[in-house]
């Protein structure tokens, strides 16, 4: 069995009375790319949070890349772990190259270490025609792909992705998603899975707030079912009951 990258257990988090993570158990082994899809939509989401220390959660633990949440040094979270917002948390009057900059003092890198990162980023993300103009003239989807090109400056272990990259053009995308390496753990929460099932190499159905199912996403296709929410929770159902699913759409 591979290290855990990422392990939670008895997650607890709740919001407006109900409890979107109960007793939420996971392990994410060390360079697994994982959908997270789950009912209510939200939890998902939720749950990246929590991860990313945004949320605090009212029981349970979390280590990450094996550090705790509290470890938020230039040598810990800083680098090793990433969070990215469905919305570009970067200022519109910078511009990217100013962002990735940001991004790099941020991490404590001195300054020749940042123009080599930031010069990568640049190329990798094709950054170039408008990196030293304001982002806000590039519209969303160069914001968000200059958010994602700050999220993994680092080389982070573990990279969470909260519905990223929705307004980039779907075969930028796939390629943007593809990039972290091969020892980088994943996690992306979609709300829509067909379009992020071919980026991923396993995926989890969070139902009423646990785990429901953690499986490979090549079990779908094994399963004749769909890469969408009602193939993902089929697919569930039938693991759980060893019942032939339908499910379409």
């Known amino acids: 069995m591979r290290p855990a990258s990422v392990e939670v257990r008895g997650l607890r988090r709740g ?4 409890w979107l993570l109960d007793g939420l158990d996971l392990r994410v082994p060390v360079g697994a790319r994982l959908l997270i899809v789950s009912r209510p939509e939200e939890t998902a989401s939720t749950l990246l949070r929590v991860l990313a220390g945004l949320l605090r959660p009212a029981a349970g633990t979390v280590l990450l890349a094996g550090l705790s949440r509290g470890d938020d040094s230039a040598a810990g979270w800083a680098r090793r772990v990433t969070y990215l917002a469905p919305e570009p948390g970067i200022y519109p009057w910078l511009s990217p190259r100013e962002a990735l900059d940001l991004a790099a003092r941020l991490a404590g890198y001195d300054r020749a ?17 408008g990196v030293d103009r304001p982002i806000s003239r590039g519209g969303t989807a160069l914001a968000q792909k200059t958010s994602l090109a700050a999220a993994v400056l680092t080389d982070p272990d573990v990279l969470l992705l909260d519905e990223p990259l929705r307004s980039v053009e779907p ?3 796939t390629r943007l998603l593809s990039f972290p390496g091969r ?12 379009s992020e099932a071919g980026l991923m190499t396993q995926v989890a159905l969070l139902r009423d ?11 779908l296709d094994r399963a004749g079912l769909p890469a969408s929410l009602r193939g993902i929770e089929a697919l569930a159902d039938l693991r759980r009951t ?3 699913a339908a499910a379409s759409g």
């Open 113 to 129: 270490e940042r123009r080599r990162r930031i010069d990568v980023a640049i190329e990798l993300f094709r950054l170039g025609s």
């Open 242 to 244: 060893g019942l032939p």
């Open 209 to 219: 707030g646990r785990l429901a199912m953690h499986a490979p996403v090549a079990e």
């Open 15 to 18: 919001r407006r009375g109900r």
């Open 183 to 194: 020892r980088s753990t994943v996690l992306l929460a979609s709300r829509f899975p067909a």
């Open 171 to 173: 075969l930028e995308r």
